[in-house]
T-cell receptor, first 111, second 110 residues
Framework: GQQVMQIPQYQHVQEGEDFTTYCNSSTTLSNIQWYKQRPGGHPVFLIQ?????EVKKQKRLTFQFGEAKKNSSLHITATQTTDVGTYFC???????????FGEGTQLTVNP | NAGVTQTPKFQVLKTGQSMTLQCAQD?????MSWYRQDPGMGLRLIHYSVGAGITDQGEVPNGYNVSRSTTEDFPLRLLSAAPSQTSVYFC?????????FGSGTRLTVV
């Protein structure tokens, strides 16, 4: 079955440093989504990418979908303490199909 | 607009007991799903539904049942609770975009 792997599992940064998490799928994806889960909270949808090579930005967050539609990345510029949480990618094999979640990257930011 | 509502928020069960975790959404979403979240293992799909009357198994369905009699509700039943089912359970719904998650049920089986 489809597998989605995410690295690193943990990342500790100083406030102001950049952060990147990577997501790799064993199969070609129709779309990839990214979620953020604050400690003790529930996952919150951030963005969906559907096109090969697509790049989207949300303020300090940059999301990229690979050309082969098998990998993706989330980059945060100049982290802030409000960025703390676990970031999940989730891949869909077909439009409207169920998502397979990666194991997440837990980000801690030291002030 | 409440989104996805899960009840209860916390529950302690004894081994062998049964219970139902409730999930309701008011966004008229066709797709609903249940996940469990364990430390270091991300979100694992238990069961999902693409519409009323239709359900299917996810990655870890054993020990759980679901039904979808209405678009709004998607309850998850634990048939005979086991300590391995201690986890945080999330319900999620989706229209044509991202998932909306409920706030979760933290379940402990002793």
């Amino acid at each position: 079955g489809q597998q989605v792997m995410q690295i690193p599992q943990y990342q500790h940064v100083q406030e102001g440093e950049d952060f990147t998490t990577y997501c790799n799928s064993s199969t070609t994806l129709s779309n990839i989504q990214w979620y953020k889960q604050r400690p003790g909270g529930h996952p919150v949808f951030l963005i969906q990418l559907v096109k090969s090579g697509e790049v989207k930005k949300q303020k300090r967050l940059t999301f990229q979908f690979g050309e082969a539609k098998k990998n993706s990345s989330l980059h945060i510029t100049a982290t802030q303490t409000t960025d703390v949480g676990t970031y999940f990618c989730a891949g869909g094999a077909a439009s409207g199909s169920r998502l397979t979640f990666g194991e997440g990257t837990q980000l801690t930011v030291n002030p | 607009n409440a989104g996805v509502t899960q009840t209860p928020k916390f529950q302690v069960l004894k081994t062998g007991q049964s219970m139902t975790l409730q999930c309701a959404q008011d966004m008229n979403h066709e797709y609903m799903s249940w996940y469990r979240q364990d430390p270091g293992m991300g979100l694992r799909l238990i069961h999902y539904s693409v519409g009323a009357g239709i359900t299917d198994q996810g990655e870890v369905p054993n020990g759980y049942n679901v039904s979808r009699s209405t678009t709004e509700d998607f309850p998850l039943r634990l048939l005979s609770a086991a300590p391995s089912q201690t986890s945080v359970y999330f319900c999620a719904s989706s229209g044509r975009g991202g998932y909306t998650f409920g706030s979760g049920t933290r379940l402990t089986v002793v």
